[in-house]
């Protein structure tokens, strides 16, 4: 990777500060407000049109999305790095590669919207608005995580953002319910319920498909096709790999994940359709993932590592975006270069607090089983160990 710039050091020269050259370079720059662009056409299933083949990114939401890209991406890496040094236990599964999913997806849709994931869910939790902090501090078991270090890296939550779960496809049918509460309430409001290839095939998500088709919930079911389910290829595993045509009855989408703009404009298609009371669609997201299915997984013994490094090099979501943004004077080389410098210390700040903020007090095991119940006593490992339960 390019190296990032250091800390700016103060000069004096004629006993005037200098001001760091980036800056200069940046302020003196005439910068595009905006640019359109082209983008990838969407495959369609049961659907007479589709996304538009063109957007208008502005400079603002273009610098918004390469940080947030950028963020993920560091943050990620730098998980990699804490559950290779033992500060994350158990299971973590990271999301590298598929950045443009992640933040095009919210980008799409309203805040007050609904999303439910699988397990590999730190990129949505960032961009559902958790920090950093709290999501690092979760994978280390930390109180200051959010879940107050007890749900881990597959179980974190945020508003309107339901997990992270631990099984297979269980979120397809709780996307429906979710999508069944918008509908009751009747505030105009859709689910975004995220799947992998692997769990597509599971026969929860085509029920969750029937029921969600029977009573027209407004639900985008999303299949992230990142190629591998767990260490097998879709094609060793799945009769069809045409998973937006897999609602049969519900029609669907393909999309290229790695384009952060054609992802926006495909979820702001599929969320206003589903918002006009059509019912549900399916969206299939084509990405990538860098590192392996889990920590345990090296990645490299089902694809090689020519694959994966082809991938970086041409179709990199970070990339691309910044590529676009440059060519079409809406920033400048040396202002991302800014913007790393500014993630990479935001990261190494989150990972400072994640290793040293204490774990929670075993005592505190049994709080927040039910929100609003008065306390009650949960047995421990043996009967002589109770636990007090506080709402």
């Not at 990271?94 to 799409?108: I, R, S, T």
């Not at 397990?119 to 501090?137: K, M, N, P, Q």
């Not at 085509?206 to 029977?214: G, K, R």
Request: proline residues 4%.
């Amino acid at each position: 990777m390019k190296k990032m710039l250091t800390a700016a050091v103060s000069r004096v020269w004629s006993g005037v500060a200098q001001k760091p050259t980036s800056r200069v370079l940046v302020a003196s720059c005439n910068f595009s407000k905006d640019a359109t662009f082209e983008i990838k056409k969407c495959d369609l299933y049961r659907l007479e049109e589709g996304p538009p083949d063109t957007t208008v990114l502005t400079r603002e939401d273009g610098l918004k999305y390469y940080r947030m890209m950028q963020t993920i991406r560091r943050m990620e890496l730098k998980a990699d790095q804490l559950y290779k040094q033992k500060f994350i236990r158990g299971f973590c599964h990271l999301c590298d590669g598929q950045e443009a999913c992640c933040v095009g997806l919210e980008a799409g849709i309203n805040p007050t919207d609904h999303v439910i994931t699988s397990y590999r869910a730190h990129g949505l939790c960032y961009t559902r608005g958790l920090s950093v902090r709290s999501i690092l501090a979760e994978l280390t078991g930390r109180r200051g995580g959010c879940a107050k270090g007890k749900g881990g890296s597959m179980h974190m939550y945020a508003k309107n953002f339901y997990g992270g779960n631990g099984i297979v496809g269980a979120q397809g049918p709780l996307g429906a319910g979710i999508a069944l509460a918008c509908k009751y309430k009747g505030k105009n409001e859709v689910c975004l319920t995220l799947y992998g290839d692997g769990a597509a095939n599971q026969g929860q998500i085509a029920e969750a498909y029937n029921m969600a088709a029977l009573w027209k919930l407004p639900c985008v079911f999303i299949c992230e096709n990142n190629l591998y389910g767990m260490g097998t290829s879709a094609e060793r595993a799945a009769a069809s790999t045409d998973y937006y045509k897999r609602g049969n009855f519900i029609p669907g989408l393909r999309v290229d994940g790695m384009d952060v703009l054609r992802v926006r404009e495909a979820t702001r298609f599929a969320a206003d359709y589903c918002r006009s009371e059509k019912g549900p669609i399916v969206m299939e997201l084509l990405t990538y993932r860098y590192h392996g299915h889990s920590m345990s997984d090296p990645g490299v013994s089902y694809r090689t590592r020519q694959e994966i490094q082809n991938v970086r090099s041409k179709s990199d979501p970070i990339m691309l975006l910044k590529n676009r943004m440059v060519d079409n004077k809406l920033a400048t080389i040396e202002e991302f270069k800014e913007i790393d410098v500014e993630v990479r210390k935001e990261i190494d700040d989150a990972a400072h607090f994640a290793t040293t903020d204490p774990e929670p007090a075993l005592e505190e095991l049994g709080h927040h089983i039910y929100c609003d119940n008065p306390p009650f006593e949960v047995r421990g490992t043996s009967q002589w160990i109770k636990f007090k339960s506080l709402p």
